[in-house]
């Protein structure tokens, strides 16, 4: 599985980015797609995930209700709409990739280490 993000950019406290992430190759059944971020000097954290068929989504508690994923499976690419953006938002965002077993997805799905595909980063910048 290969997965391409994009999207970033540098946007005033309050605005709105989408980021893409297009996924290409072997792709399994079942599988989750996640977004992660990585600010400097930080862990990477799980900030958004949804699975590719039965809907299941998982968010951060800290972009609840200002982020929204979803996806096309036409196109086999998913989305992340981030609205109201806060300095805080800021780092290099990634999209992962994971096929899912044995409901898999309720433990694993925020957790970088669960995660077995990985694309590269697209710079967020949250600054006025």
């Known amino acids: 599985v290969q997965l391409q993000a994009s999207g970033g950019g540098l946007v005033q406290p309050g605005g709105s980015l989408r980021l893409t992430c297009a996924t290409s190759?072997?792709?399994?059944?079942?599988?989750?797609t996640g977004w992660f971020r990585q600010a400097p000097g930080k862990e990477r954290e799980g900030v958004s995930c949804?699975?590719?068929?039965?809907?299941?989504?998982f968010y951060a508690d800290s972009v609840k209700g200002r982020f929204t994923i979803t996806r096309d499976n036409a196109k086999k690419t998913v989305y992340l709409q981030m609205d109201s953006l806060k300095p805080e938002d800021t780092g290099v965002y990634l999209c992962?990739?994971?096929?899912?077993?044995?409901?898999?997805?309720?433990?694993?799905?925020?957790?970088?280490?669960?995660?077995?595909?990985w694309g590269q980063g697209t710079l967020v910048t949250v600054s006025s």
């Open positions: 992962a990739a994971q096929r899912i077993v044995a409901g898999g997805f309720r433990t694993g799905a925020g957790i970088p280490g669960w995660y077995d595909y």
């Open positions: 190759g072997v792709i399994p059944d079942h599988y989750a």
């Open positions: 949804i699975t590719n068929d039965d809907g299941m989504i």
